[in-house]
């Protein structure tokens, strides 16, 4: 039977309590990763001012993709231009994108975005900065932060910082990890002021469609065995008790006789 | 040329070009032979180059990332204590200036009629020969004083300077009388420097915020510092008129009417004053001017400050306590862009003591080593011949107060338009967009057509170019040397990271080019700009190659500064002003009513978004595209009264100019009062990403300077806002 995906090494912590909207991140990220002007891979979700003047309440975060333990894009890439990598990466292959866009789709937290202006148009989505991760710096939106709203760090440190600050300031965040559990657990986690539905976030579930997916195709020869040995025995069952009955009828015919 | 380009498609033909003029050319440029040399760059041109950030004044220091010859990322120079590794929006978007396909890559001279936009190319030693020759030509006809000289805030100032003071003219303008003029003067009465250095350590208990909208006016390593002590539980008290991202991460904010700040500030003064609250040792020890102070603040009361604020009294008073209680470990925070209203200056002087008054001096509060440095060398020169004429800024026969170096701006404006007491001829403009920049635009426009000859050193067409006769461009802050910059015990370095596109050059390189041909040539003794900076470290003896390398370089450590003293005539912090006294100001705070609008009129308001600095940056395509389309903030409830919705379009009037603009309505602002994003509704059709978006509200604001600091009163505008 199919076990979760494994821990990821890498996550990133993002505390909608830090974050002041000024797009720093999403500028970085556009220039680190060459994207084009009209898409990004990272973008600010909000809850728009809320409240009666004067007491006003906004709050941001900065959002992105959540590299999922077990990712329903890759489920559902038919070419394997998406693949989640040793250290939990989730990545984009352009070169085997075919451009089906079942990702987009098939994301609970509709992340991947695509270049829908170009000649030659690909699924626009976070890799984590894999490359400066590789030269030893942070992901660029991390990197320049200035609040420090997007910390990124070793995927335990993060959760557990995570939790620190909600068990020290229960009067300031929900106690609630968004991306702990949410669609099988991913390494992109969040914390918030707010309720993470007030941000925009989507209720993504507790389990990976693609988790459940994989039950059933991971699955399928077992119960295809399962299955054969069980038709075999009813099969041989009732053979036997055509052949028994026969026997008998036979018996009893003869008896009559 | 389309709108938006796209960055990607832009860098690769970038490349492709690049690629195409290396054929055949074996020499690498000098900028990548000169990082290689100094060890950041390898043998195929990649690799790192520290420099310094100049999307806004704060001056971050940077890192480079350089591939091929061309720079392909900028991040935060953990090194430099203004950025601490971080880079805000605008830093991260920096090499879409230099990259900016609008940009001015050879010297232009005007053909058509000033204000049409048509130029022709010329080479630079025509353009250099041209303008020296009207500008001897304006000296030779009516005085040295009738060219006027203008320039914005940054690090090669200091020459542009010396050009001014060799020429011999008086007339200097900078921004600051559009700004922080009024913090300046208040801060330079009472203790005697510009501005103290504020401290954001583990002990901060408190700090109140009137206006400084930390969150959008980004300088990033107080917004880090801010943020980090609201995480920490710091209470933050934000005054303000409009909800900004500053007020929804403050602890507490205050929508206080416009123009009332000081009475808010004289009322915590009299409650601390009148409890005993302020710490007694301090004021006895190290101020003058106490009963003086407290004589004049015993009138204003928080029930007395409270129908003129809309803040309770009770509020008022438990701030006061707030604040007291949380000593020395509070701040009052002197503020940004400071001038608003008439009484602004009399505003910072009651936050300034404040400070003073709880003794927090040294402890949140401490005296700023400034940017200038006297363990640099410099190039020798000369002395200045002595300007006799008087300056047409007022300064400082009408602002007796204001440092010659700072000035007011829009006076200096007024009287090209009046030609009292002489007519300016000349303007010589440098990295300053004087045409968005001062109010009531109309006057700014028909000041220019008082002038013989007009020249702009930018690196874009701006405004201001747009209406110039000659424009010399600049290479920009990536492709330049500038004189070292003295931050802490540290001076940090600007240099090229890549090579100046077309035929950009350094304003070190522009100014002295420019002095030779005005025979000012023993003012300007430097080889180029290397030998300028080599100059500069001389006395320090470390070598360019080093601090190239590093960015910075280690200052030899100063004797420590006397702990208690400050450069006021008593030596003491002032809480009653000689100065002022001598010059016939109120010596201490006091009560200046603002004016109101009238009925049905709204109080404009502006302020800053992270993702522009002044007028020089909504062209850069990445800030284009990730700022909000700048729209005229509307009260929801003001919004429905009048039948305006979301989008709607409005027609915004003055008494000097009126706008067209889409409306935002918000409940994030008062119903008194509207929001204008400043730095949108540019002229020149140069600008072609900027060009057509949002509303100048220089075309609204009215000329008013404060009376003591000659700051703009920047909010003292009043609107009528109607369904276009």
Redesign the interface.
């Known amino acids: 039977m199919s076990t979760r995906g494994n821990t990821p090494r890498y996550g990133f912590l993002i505390d909608a309590?830090?974050c002041?909207?000024?797009?720093?991140c999403?500028?970085?990220c556009?220039?680190?990763n060459?994207?084009?002007?009209?898409v990004t891979r990272i973008w600010i979700k909000e809850t728009g001012?809320t409240?009666?003047?004067?007491n006003?309440?906004?709050?941001t975060a900065p959002y992105h993709c959540m590299h999922c333990i077990d990712p329903s894009c890759v489920s559902a890439c038919t070419v394997g231009a998406l693949t989640r990598s040793e250290e939990g990466i989730v990545k984009y292959d352009k070169d085997a994108c075919i451009g089906c866009r079942y990702c987009m789709y098939a994301c609970p937290f509709e992340v991947p975005n695509y270049e829908w202006n170009q000649r030659f148009p690909q699924v626009i989505k976070c890799d984590m900065c894999f490359a400066r991760l590789g030269e030893g710096?942070q992901p660029?939106c991390a990197?320049?932060?200035?609040?420090?709203a997007i910390q990124f760090g070793k995927y335990e440190d993060m959760l557990a910082e995570a939790h620190r600050r909600i068990n020290e300031h229960p009067d300031k965040y929900v106690p609630h990890v968004y991306g702990e559990q949410e669609n099988g657990g991913t390494a992109t986690l969040y914390i918030s002021p707010v309720p993470f539905e007030e941000l925009g976030f989507p209720d993504a579930g507790t389990t990976s469609p693609a988790f459940s997916n994989r039950l059933v195709t991971e699955g399928t020869p077992l119960v295809a065995g399962a299955m054969l040995v069980g038709l075999t025995g009813a099969y041989l069952t009732i053979k036997h008790q055509k052949e028994e009955a026969e026997k008998e009828r036979a018996e009893q015919t003869t008896g009559e006789e | 040329m389309s709108g938006t380009l796209s960055r990607r498609s832009f860098l690769k033909l970038g490349a492709v070009s690049a690629g195409a003029l290396v054929v055949g050319q074996f020499v690498p440029p000098a900028v990548a032979q000169a990082a290689t040399n100094a060890g950041l760059l390898n043998t195929k041109g990649n690799g790192y180059i520290p420099s310094m950030c100049e999307m806004c004044v704060w001056r971050c220091g940077l890192i480079a990332k350089v591939r091929n010859g061309r720079v392909v990322k900028l991040d935060g120079n953990p090194d430099h204590p203004h950025s601490k590794g971080h880079l805000c929006v605008r830093g991260q978007s920096g090499l879409m200036n230099t990259y900016d396909p609008d940009r001015v890559l050879t010297p232009l001279i005007r053909v058509g009629k000033r204000g049409e936009g048509r130029f022709r190319k010329a080479t630079w030693a025509e353009a250099l020969d041209f303008t020296a020759s009207k500008m001897l030509d304006i000296k030779a006809k009516y005085g040295p004083e009738a060219m006027i000289f203008s320039s914005t805030h940054n690090l090669s100032q200091v020459q542009f300077e010396n050009l001014l003071y060799a020429f011999g003219s008086p007339n200097y303008g900078t921004q600051r009388s559009l700004c922080f003029n009024a913090m300046i003067v208040a801060n330079l009465m009472t203790y005697g420097m510009e501005e103290p250095e504020r401290i954001y350590d583990d002990q901060l208990k408190y700090i109140i915020l009137t206006g400084r909208n930390l969150m959008e006016a980004i300088s990033t390593s107080e917004t880090s510092a801010l943020s980090a002590a609201i995480a920490r539980g710091v209470k933050v008290v934000y005054l303000d008129p409009r909800f900004t991202k500053t007020a929804a991460k403050a602890s507490e904010w205050l929508p206080i009417k416009p123009g009332t700040d000081l009475a808010f500030h004289l009322a915590l003064l009299n409650v601390i004053i009148g409890e005993n609250l302020y710490n007694r040792s301090f004021v006895e020890n190290y101020t003058v001017g106490f009963e003086a102070l407290a004589k004049e603040v015993q009138p204003y009361t928080p029930e007395w400050a409270a129908p003129i604020t809309e803040i309770p009294a009770e509020t008022i008073r438990r701030i006061a306590h707030e604040f007291a209680a949380a000593a020395p470990h509070a701040l009052a925070h002197n503020g940004w862009r400071t001038s608003n209203f008439v009484n602004s200056f009399q505003t910072q002087r009651a936050i300034t003591i404040l400070n003073a008054l709880i003794g927090n001096w040294n402890v949140v509060l401490r005296a700023s080593g400034g940017e200038s440095s006297s363990a640099l060398g410099k190039p020798p020169q000369p002395p200045y011949p002595r300007a006799s004429a008087v300056r047409l800024d007022g300064v400082p026969s009408k602002f007796p107060v204001v440092p010659l170096k700072i000035g007011v701006f829009q006076e200096l404006r007024d009287n090209i338009l009046t030609g009292q007491p002489y007519q300016a001829h000349g303007w010589f403009i440098a990295r300053q967009n004087p045409v968005m920049s001062l109010p009531d635009r109309t006057k700014t426009l028909e000041a220019f057509q008082k002038m013989d000859f007009i020249v702009t050193v930018d690196i874009l067409l701006n405004d201001t170019a747009w209406f110039s006769d000659v424009v010399l461009p600049e290479a920009s802050y990536l492709e330049r040397y500038d004189p070292l910059n003295p931050v802490g015990d540290k001076v940090f370095l600007r240099q090229p990271v890549i090579d100046p596109q077309g035929d950009a050059r350094s304003a070190l390189w522009i100014y002295k080019q420019l002095g030779e041909r005005l025979g000012l040539k023993d003012y300007f003794q430097y080889q180029d700009e290397e030998d300028y900076l080599r100059q500069q470290l001389a006395p320090l003896g470390i070598s360019l190659q080093d601090v190239k390398a590093k960015g910075y370089a280690q200052l030899p450590e100063g004797k420590a500064a006397p702990e208690y003293s400050w450069n006021t005539p008593s030596g003491k912090i002032e809480l009653q002003s000689s100065t002022l006294a001598k010059v016939g100001f109120p010596a201490v705070p006091t009560w200046i009513e603002p004016p109101e609008p009238p009925q049905g009129q709204f109080y404009l308001l502006t302020g800053k978004v992270a993702q522009s600095t002044q007028f020089g940056t909504q062209n850069n395509q990445l800030l284009h595209k990730y700022a909000d389309e700048p729209r005229l903030w509307l009260n929801d409830k003001v919004a429905a009264d009048r039948g305006i919705a979301d989008g709607d379009w409005v027609e915004v009037a003055s008494q000097v100019g009126k706008v067209h603009t889409r409306v935002r309505v918000t409940p994030g602002i008062r119903q008194d009062c509207v929001y204008l994003t400043p730095g949108y509704g540019h002229l020149s059709k140069g600008l072609t990403t900027a060009f057509g978006r949002g509303a100048s509200s220089s075309v609204l604001h009215v000329t008013y300077a404060d009376p003591v600091s000659g700051g703009q009163a920047l909010t003292q505008t009043f609107v009528t806002v109607r369904k276009a």
Do not use: Y
């Not at chain 1, 002041?20 to 720093?24: L, N, V």
């Not at chain 1, 060459?34 to 009209?38: E, F, L, Q, S």
């Open positions: 309590s830090l002041i909207d000024c797009r720093s999403m500028v970085a556009s220039v680190e060459n994207v084009p002007m009209d001012i409240g009666t003047f004067p006003l309440k906004r709050f710096q660029a990197a320049t932060c200035p609040t420090g």
